[in-house]
């Protein structure tokens, strides 16, 4: 009766289990997986501006534009510009999500069957999003020394006669690693020599908290080798606001490849008109915010970056450490392989109430990593860090 892309596994995994325990129980969990900023009281936009934001004159009238509205685009340029990218409103679809825009693009370069490459460690939704068109999601390594860097060698191993693409993060997320200009270009090249296009997902890009923006750049800039490239952002994290449903991806490339690639996603969107009016036209208005909306935020992520940095380094010889996070919402920690990740997801939540993220929630490739979201309560991040420390360091008493 179903279809085999449906057919998605629904066990409950060990750690799911050992949650739904303790939550049944009414035991406390110092929650470090938080990643939804409504959650967390004066992070998002308050109710009276986005009261006012999404009332704006024409909510009452149905006048459809496929690629979103004139007003909507115009302003997701004007933002863009603001940070001195230069993209005209005619190359950008707006969409209900990031998430939308990703299965806007997949439709557009592949077949089913064809095949996406995702950077490894990386965000989990990917799969579901590939495999829901009817692709298969390929990985190339992310390397770590120090920071983390493309590994050029296992992407070229990675890409099949059905790669259509290649995505990438930056900042990662669950890395927090910029797209090096140097990188980006090279990727380009790698992309346009190879007729892929790349997917650049940049709904992070705001939130730097440890890197040097002189090195980084957003696709959006020019590339060498001129890949046809789509750049993915949205409402969700560049304004807090999830609940809003508004993403948009913003298309560049060789000229004849780009104006082919909007007339046919125009069509793709045209045949779902689903970023809804009201939500469109208070984007302009949010995005005119974006700077203020974003400031409790980023001071939040800074603070908690700064109290992980200060905890290692207030201790000589831990078996610990956390990994260079140049920006985003989450925090690596390397722990030792004496246990595997899952072992310390579990220990951690049952000895400590320390709820944390297996690095295989993010496909790392090596044991034993677990992230921390930076956007915890403070009382609630240094709390819990404080007894992730403690734990490993009793583990190996
Ligand atoms: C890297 C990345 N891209 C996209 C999204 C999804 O954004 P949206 O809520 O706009 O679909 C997320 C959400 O966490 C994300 O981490």
Redesign the pocket.
């Known amino acids: 009766m179903f279809s085999r892309r449906t057919a998605f596994e629904r066990f409950e995994n060990e750690i799911s289990l050992h949650l739904g325990r303790r939550r049944a129980a009414g035991l406390p969990i110092l929650d470090l997986t938080e990643?939804n900023p409504t959650s967390q009281r004066g992070l998002g936009p308050d109710q009276p501006f986005l009261a006012r934001a999404l009332s704006a004159p024409g909510i009452d009238r149905y006048a459809p534009d496929p690629c979103g509205l004139p007003v909507t685009r115009q302003a997701i340029a004007d933002d863009m510009a603001s940070r001195g990218l230069t993209v005209s409103p005619e190359s950008i679809i707006v969409t209900a999500?990031?998430?939308?825009?990703?299965a806007y693009v997949f439709k557009l370069l592949a077949d089913p069957g064809d095949e996406i490459l995702a950077p490894c460690p990386?965000?989990p939704?990917f799969e579901f999003l590939a495999g829901l068109e009817s692709l298969r999601l390929g990985f190339y390594r992310l390397g770590y020394d120090g920071e983390w860097f493309i590994d050029f060698d296992a992407l070229r191993k990675a890409v099949t006669p059905r790669t259509r693409a290649v995505i990438a993060?930056s900042p990662?997320?669950p890395t927090g690693a910029y797209l090096k200009r140097h990188e980006l270009h090279r990727l380009s090249r790698f992309c346009a020599e190879r007729g892929l296009a790349l997917i650049c997902?940049e709904?992070?890009f705001d939130y730097a908290l440890d890197a040097d923006m002189s090195g980084t750049a957003s696709a959006l800039e020019d590339c060498e080798g001129d890949c046809l490239r789509f750049v993915?952002?949205?409402?969700?994290?560049i304004a807090l606001s999830?609940q809003i449903?508004?993403?948009w991806l913003a298309v560049r490339g060789p000229d004849a490849l780009t104006a082919e690639a909007l007339r046919r996603l125009e069509v793709t969107a045209d045949a779902y008109l689903s970023a809804s009016t009201p939500a469109q036209l208070a984007v302009p208005v949010i995005l005119k915010e974006r700077l203020r909306i974003q400031a409790g935020m980023k001071a939040r992520l800074r603070r908690s970056l700064d109290a992980l940095k200060t905890l290692r380094s207030s201790l000589s010889s831990a078996a610990w450490e956390p990994l260079r996070t140049e920006g985003?919402?989450n925090a690596c920690l390397r722990l030792p392989r004496t246990r595997t990740e899952e072992e310390w997801v579990i220990s951690l939540l049952e000895d400590e109430g320390v709820l944390v993220h297996p690095g295989y929630f993010f496909d790392f490739p090596e044991e034993a990593f677990v992230t921390v979201s930076l956007l915890a309560a403070p009382d609630v991040f240094d709390e819990g860090i404080r007894r992730i420390a403690g734990h490993v360091a009793q583990s190996l008493s």
């Open positions: 990643s999500s990031t998430s939308e825009a990703y990386s965000y939704l993060v990662g997320n997902d709904v992070f993915l952002s949205g409402l969700s994290k999830p449903k508004i993403g985003g919402w």
